[in-house]
């Protein structure tokens, strides 16, 4: 079964500071990767998602991701964030092959930003 | 653009009573997922199912949660009798699978059970 995990449970930076957040995945197969952005009081919004092709996903609001498959590895990344971006970060994978291949979800990184 | 629609945004009810929660998942999507938020569990899954077939409901309390797809334009989910541990965000997602688009979250059903 497919698992997530996210390092940061929460992660304080000021604007303009770069941000990683991490993600690992443990699955043996092929996966599909996400990450979906839920503002205060808020659903869940697609950032951006990994299904084949160039491991370097560019998402919405200047967001990327790197996939590293040997890593097992997904990590968000922004060079520079605003304080619009203070919000909670969930990275999710599911099983790409699978007929019956259900999301899960990592337990979420808060992301806080000082004016 | 297409939306998941979730009723009501929210609820408040008295500890025994029912809940329907009701999801109108987009047209043409054939997976729905039903999540629930806490702040102690995170998003959790409930159940999902696929051309209305339930596929797993293995995260739902089977002995009051109920989740049923009558038709491919809703999808439902009961808690009879609710208690006040079932207080959390209940969202609704839905998805094309092998989709390049992923999964689309509704509004969510905030349900306090007092």
């Known amino acids: 079964a497919q698992s997530v995990s996210q390092h940061n449970h929460h992660v304080i930076l000021s604007e303009a500071a770069s941000l990683e957040l991490g993600c690992n995945y443990s699955?043996?197969?092929?996966?599909?990767l996400f990450w979906y952005v839920q503002y205060p009081g808020q659903h869940l919004q697609l950032l951006l998602k990994?299904?084949?092709?160039?491991?370097l996903v560019k998402g919405i609001k200047g967001f990327e991701a790197e996939f590293i498959k040997s890593k097992f590895s997904f990590n968000l990344r922004k060079p520079s964030v605003q304080w619009s971006d203070t919000a909670e970060y969930f990275c999710?994978?599911?099983?790409?092959?699978?007929?019956?291949?259900?999301?899960?979800f990592g337990s979420g990184t808060r992301l806080s930003i000082r004016p | 653009d297409a939306r998941v629609t979730q009723t009501p945004r929210h609820k408040v009810t008295e500890m025994g009573q029912e809940v329907t929660m009701r999801c109108q998942p987009i047209?043409?999507?054939?997976?729905v997922f039903w999540y629930r938020q806490t702040m102690m569990q995170g998003l959790e899954l409930l159940a999902y199912?696929?051309?209305?077939?339930?596929?797993?409901d293995s995260g739902m309390p089977k002995d009051r949660f109920s989740a049923e797809m009558p038709d491919a334009t809703l999808a439902t989910l009961k808690i009879q009798p609710s208690e006040p541990r079932d207080s959390a965000v209940y969202f609704c997602?839905?998805?094309?699978?092998?989709?390049?688009?992923?999964?689309?979250f509704g509004s969510g059903t905030r349900l306090t059970v007092v």
């Open positions: 997602a839905s998805g094309l699978i092998g989709s390049y688009y992923g999964y689309t």
């Open positions: 699955y043996g197969g092929t996966v599909n």
């Open positions: 990994y299904f084949s092709g160039d491991p």
């Open positions: 999710a994978v599911n099983a790409r092959y699978s007929s019956a291949s259900k999301i899960i």
């Open positions: 047209l043409g999507h054939n997976t």
């Open positions: 199912f696929r051309n209305r077939a339930p596929l797993d």
